[in-house]
Structures are given as structure tokens and as C-alpha cells.
């Protein structure tokens, strides 16, 4: 049986790693981040709008990931083991972004939150030094604090379990291991 587990938090906190480090340490796959290969492609200067169709985007390649790897453990899979999916983002991101950037928020998105299904969260947080690329926008500590609380907020006010994880790469990675292996 899948277990889906999300890698959220503020940009530049590390969840791209450490969903590649889950993945390559439980012998399974992760979903990367679909907006940055919209971004690349598409250009950063993006609108509302852009923002559903990178969520659309987002949700067809977890499920996509989700289809794949479940046709793959069936066969793999005995005596009720469980493989984790490790998902680079969700629309919990999507909320944060359309809000905090544009004060609002497409219903399709708000919807999906509700529909979704998750196991387990790992909220990654903002004690990572920031790394600058060509699709990060809010370096300032003030942003990144504010854009993390918002997130805690979401995790405490939702049901689904989840993990604050901190620390450098190996605290981290080690944090979240600790919390996968409960899971499954």
C-alpha cells in the first residue's frame, strides 16, 4: 500500500534534498516540484492564473508518480508493507504562494486541500542558510519567518500528522527517517 508523504516549508529550506535523500533511502521514487520546470520553461514572471495551471501541473505528476509506483509494488510488496511516495511540494504551498504573493486564492486549489489524501508532512524549516537561484524570491529573514509560521499554522490546524524538521542536511534527513519509520 502507498503511503504519501509531503515535503513542505519555505523556499531554499532544503525540501527538494531531502525528498531525494528519502527517496534514494527507502529505495523508492519522489515527485519533484512542478513549478520549477513551469518556471524554467515558462519564464518567472508569472500571474494568478499561471499559479492554477502550476497547481493543476503539480497535482498530474503526483499522480502520475502515485500510478506508477503503485503498479510497480504490487508485485514487490507482502504482508501489508507499506511504500512510501515522497511528494516535493502540495497545495498547501499553493495556498501560501497565491496567497502571500496575490491575497488570494483559486478554489480549485482550496478544494484539492480538502479532497487530498496524506499520511504525513514534513515541514522543513527555515535554519538552513539561504541559496540563491534564478526562481527564489524572498531572501529577507522577515519573509522566510513569516512564510514559515504560516505554514506551522496550516499543520496545526489540519489533521493529517507531521514533523518539523530541522537542523543541518544529517539532522535533518535523520528527523525524517525517524518519522517515516513510525509510519510505516
Request: aromatic letters at 12%.
Amino acid at each position: 500500500m502507498l503511503k504519501k508523504i509531503v515535503i513542505i516549508g519555505p523556499e531554499s529550506t532544503g525540501k527538494s534534498v531531502l525528498s531525494q535523500q528519502l527517496a534514494n533511502h527507502y529505495e523508492t521514487t519522489w515527485c519533484p516540484e512542478f513549478a520549477r520546470e513551469y518556471l524554467l520553461t515558462n519564464g518567472t514572471n508569472y500571474d494568478y492564473d499561471d499559479l492554477l495551471t502550476i497547481a493543476k501541473g503539480q497535482l498530474a505528476l503526483e499522480d502520475e508518480y502515485a500510478t506508477t509506483l503503485e503498479n510497480q509494488s504490487q508485485t514487490m510488496l507482502e504482508n501489508g508493507e507499506h511504500l512510501p511516495l515522497f511528494i516535493d511540494t502540495d497545495m498547501y504551498v499553493m495556498k501560501v504562494w497565491c496567497e502571500f504573493v496575490f491575497e488570494k486564492c483559486h478554489r480549485f486549489i482550496l478544494d484539492e486541500i480538502v479532497r487530498r489524501e496524506y499520511d504525513l508532512y514534513l515541514l522543513c524549516n527555515i535554519d538552513l542558510p539561504w541559496v540563491k537561484d534564478e526562481l527564489r524570491e524572498y531572501p529577507d529573514i522577515e519573509s522566510r519567518k513569516k512564510l514559515y509560521r504560516i505554514y506551522k499554522d496550516l499543520m496545526t490546524n489540519q489533521n493529517v500528522p507531521w514533523v518539523d524538521i530541522s537542523g543541518d542536511y544529517e539532522e535533518r534527513l535523520k528527523k525524517a527517517i525517524t518519522a517515516v519509520d513510525k509510519l510505516l
